[in-house]
């Protein structure tokens, strides 16, 4: 008698563990299709920002995303903490701004690299301004996949004209790159970014369509370049004690303002002329 209820609860309990497997499959399977198929990341499906917290398909394709990028990230369309740590670090790589928010520039550097919107019209003057301010919005262009771009001691300075990575024992760095290193703020050692004249390079470059400076520098520049009375938008504005060493340049686009990439810690933006120091003058290409 005790045997038999012995066996009894022993086939009680195999039967009681074979059901309890079965319903935690059933559930795992259900977990597994209950993954949001994903949308992709510029769809009008998508929030204009994709943030901590939202579950969507969206968030799935993010997730797929950054796994193509070196994330190793589960796949659920849930944007947690293991997501936004993963944005983070992709934006930090990326030269994009680092605040775990998928927005438009994130976006456009995750869906395929971003194809670089088309080329505006008019002559090469007009094209470097236009240039210039797309570069400024954090738009695409070749070279980047958007974002805004940060100055960096010696970055633009590659074989080929755009954002490198900066150089903080270039000859002649910014000793504030290697301060900017240790503080983990823009334009430290390694960032992928543009200087003054590595900014000008990209944008001419851009423009007109071949690499017109090459990576001589300001100097490089101001030798290609001569000066005019009268500036007009797409001039260099050139700073620094004379011509023969020229320190700084950036875009001119009217109004006492130019585009440039001023000093570490910095983005592309737009200054004020008097920014730049002692300005040499306008020159043209």
Known sequence: ????????RVQVAAVSAVAIAGVALAAGTANAASVPAPIKLTSSACPADISYGQISGCVTELQQLLNKNGAHIGVDGDFGPATLAAVKSYQSSHGL?????VGPATKASLDGGSTPPPPPTGGGQAKVVDYARAIEAGKAERGWGGGRVPYGWDGGHTSNPGPSPADCAAAGGDPACWTATANHTLGHNGQISVDCSGFVRWVYDLAYGRDVFGPDGTSGQIARTHRVSTPAPGDLAFFGSDAGSPEHVGIYIGGGKMIDALDTGTYIETDSISAGGRLIGYYRY
């Open 97 to 101: 701004s680092v605040d775990g928010i």
């Open 1 to 8: 008698m005790n045997l038999r209820r012995r066996i009894t």
